[in-house]
């Protein structure tokens, strides 16, 4: 039966801020990033190349659904339907669409069920105490599954067994802690039990009877463990050792403790997880007082060097004086990395690979090359920052983990440079399609350094992989609108970049790959390697969807009839299934289309290219992260990150799942009859 929503308001964006979060996650995940400049400073060009004299005139019928005198405005009244008919059913993608609303609920589709798997605070190694809100320590938080779930990973032991992977990207200790005010303030314990919360788990599920559906396993003990913000590591690659990364504590500059801000990240083809640290600049303190050779690197991370450096921080400096950086200066240098983890063996070291260079990690998108080499797809998380790929130097030899334990640190690190074959008078930054119909060009990886030689001037190997930002400015990188998670396509080899938004971007800098200015809602990149080579060196690329409300004339949605699709802001992480479709969880909905953020399923190719319908939402408050579809697609995990963020551990805006407090947990979604999801 067709569905038709009744038109919803835009509701008051009460408290949001530029980038479509609430002030409270701002203040606690990214540590104010969008009150402060972009830290790009760099004069690299917005738009590398307008020699766009080759107007390819294919798909006009693109530039004329477009109508003239577009603008990127959105009216406050008539938002468009959430939901409209879907017209004939794309049988490889078969659910009604949910119409995403404000519940403090996860919401699905019909005919789907879904299970909370693991919740903040149950007891996961061998030890742990059962958890109690009121009497939480740092011993038990160090034991018990940790905060804010991001990337979700699953690695199968047999039909009804497999472990779970999941990321602890920050804690909000506003909704933890009785009366919390802020870091300078906080009891110390309070502190520690934040530290420990971070990180990661590893933690061994079972299906529940013969569903999609799956559970803590009891006495599932041998693999579980947490990695906290305290766990030794190793630090590995060309820059391990250097003095850009040695400390007091660490004279060798190869072992650090603990990873911070675990945003996404992705599994190697030999079992590994690559977990990504991102906005960790906020944990550090004392920036004013590090030496002032140093401080221009900092800043570009985000790092302040003058002012009140601790106002608004954690202030983890209070338990550990490694985070002040007018005491240990190159502490922040060991943090920015993607992390390379065993989840199979719950003993060994965590390896930070300083071969995928140091930046605010999203994510990390592992596909081999036609010759059997391993690249990884990487974004940097910042307004005006840079898509990156390595490319390793050996082959992955299948079988053997200990071949392919060291694949991660040799290789070539490459930026991307994009350049639109549209001339730049026909971007005015409204959305609107150039003549040619298409945002769309070219694009070259750009080498910034292999394990043994530098390629940028004045830049050591150390020193591009360390201050990697600098490096890819002198590269002549190109700016673009946040880019979060990437991943490719299992029926194309086409790898996807959710460009989340850009509030900071003006009208003038608008350029084709980053085509509005301000960009509110987010687009997605879609690349297509040279030959569908991942070690390619060249690319061409293009803009599917152009995110937004669909009444909103600067969308676009891969030139699908906008009546029938539904509305979509802040993509942040992706994945696909078996069958190509690519799945999208938002971050950012609530402050930019007044509704919950959502995971939504869209074709990318075919008849059905387009057409977006939402699967499912998540409580008030929350963004939506994962997703994972397993192997056998019966199953998909999201995470609900942060419900109900904007309250407080006294006044609670959401109580999910339990309807006492908000606990970020880990949710199985599948079909009641047993079918892929999706279909
Ligand atoms: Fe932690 Fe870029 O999202
Ligand atoms: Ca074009
Ligand atoms: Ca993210």
């Not at 934040?194 to 693999?223: C, K």
């Not at 209070?318 to 065993?342: C, K, M, Q, T, W």
């Not at 440079?417 to 008078?425: H, I, K, T, V």
Request: with cysteine.
């Amino acid at each position: 039966m067709p569905q038709t929503a009744p038109h919803r308001r835009l509701l008051p964006l009460l408290g949001q801020v530029g980038g479509g979060r609430s002030r409270t996650t701002c203040r606690f995940r990214c540590g104010d990033a969008c009150f402060h400049e972009a830290p790009n400073t760099s004069d690299n060009a917005y738009f590398g190349d307008i020699a766009a004299a080759a107007l390819s005139r294919r798909n006009v019928l693109r530039a004329g659904a477009v109508g003239a005198g577009a603008t990127a405005a959105v009216g406050l009244a008539g938002f468009g339907p959430a939901l409209a008919s879907p017209g004939p059913r794309n049988p490889r993608l078969k659910f009604d669409g949910i119409e995403v609303g404000t519940s403090d609920r996860v919401e699905i589709p019909r005919g789907y069920e879904q299970r909370v798997v693991v919740r903040w605070g149950d007891p996961v190694v061998p030890g742990a105490p059962k958890f109690d809100i009121n009497r939480q320590t740092a011993e038990a938080q160090e034991k018990q599954f940790g905060y804010n779930c991001d990337y979700v990973a699953f690695q199968p032991l047999g039909r009804d067994r497999g472990l779970l992977w999941v990321n602890h990207e920050y804690t909000n200790e506003n909704l933890m802690f009785r009366g919390y005010t802020d870091g300078a303030e906080a009891d110390l314990e309070h502190i520690r039990i934040a530290m420990a919360a971070h990180g990661g788990s590893v933690v061994e599920i079972r299906r529940v009877g013969r569903t999609g559906g799956w559970r803590l396993a009891d006495g599932g003990r041998h693999f579980n463990r947490r990695i906290t913000a305290t766990t030794p590591m190793k630090l590995t690659g060309p820059a391990a050792g250097s003095e850009l990364l040695r400390t007091e504590a660490d004279p060798e500059g190869t072992r650090v403790l603990g990873m911070l801000n675990n945003c996404a990240g992705g599994m190697t083809p030999w079992g590994t997880i690559l977990t990504c640290e991102e906005n960790f600049n906020q944990y550090f303190v004392g920036g004013e007082g590090a030496p002032e050779e140093k401080k221009a690197a900092l800043r570009r991370y985000g790092i302040a060097t003058s002012g009140d450096t601790r106002a608004g921080n954690r202030r983890f400096d209070r338990v550990d004086e490694r985070f002040d950086l007018s005491r240990h200066p190159n502490e922040a240098n060991r943090f920015g990395y993607v992390v390379e983890i065993d989840p199979f063996d719950p003993d060994s070291t965590p390896r930070k690979r300083t071969m995928l260079g140091r930046f605010k990690h999203e994510g990390a998108t592992t596909r081999l090359t036609r010759d059997g080499r391993v690249a990884v797809y990487m974004g940097d998380d910042e307004r005006f920052d840079y898509i990156y790929k390595f490319v390793s130097a050996g082959r992955y030899r299948k079988g053997s983990r200990r071949a392919n334990s060291s694949l991660l640190d040799t290789g070539t690190l490459y930026v991307a440079r994009l350049s639109g074959d549209s001339p730049a008078e026909e971007l005015d930054g409204s959305g609107a399609l150039p003549a040619d119909g298409a945002f769309d060009g070219r694009g070259e990886w750009v080498a910034l350094c292999t394990d043994k030689k530098s390629f940028v001037e004045g830049f050591t190997v150390a020193e591009v992989l360390v201050h990697t930002r600098l490096a890819a400015d002198a590269a002549g990188a190109t700016k673009m609108d946040r880019p979060e998670d990437i991943e490719a396509s299992p029926a194309t080899g086409k790898v996807y970049c959710a460009l989340t938004n850009n509030s900071a971007r003006e009208p003038g800098q608008a350029d084709e790959p980053n085509p509005r200015g301000p960009n509110r809602f987010g687009h997605i990149l879609e690349l297509s390697e040279q030959g569908n080579d991942a070690g390619a060196t060249r690319f061409r690329w293009d803009v599917p969807i152009v995110c937004g409300d669909p009444e909103d004339p600067s969308t676009y949605f891969a030139g699908y009839d906008k009546s029938k699709v539904v509305a979509i802001s802040s993509p942040d992480n992706l994945t696909f299934d078996e069958q190509g479709n690519l799945w999208i969880s938002t971050d950012g909905q609530p402050g930019t289309i007044g509704v919950n953020d959502a995971l939504f399923a869209v074709p990318v190719e075919g008849r059905y290219k387009g057409e977006l319908k939402a699967f499912a939402s998540v409580p008030v408050g929350a963004e939506c992260c994962g997703p994972f579809i397993t192997e056998d697609q019966k199953t998909v995990f999201i995470a609900p990150q942060h419900p109900g963020e904007d309250g407080t551990f006294d006044e609670p805006q959401s109580t999910w799942p339990d309807g006492d407090f908000p606990r970020p947990s880990v949710v199985s979604i599948w079909n009641s009859k047993g079918h892929d999801i999706g279909r």
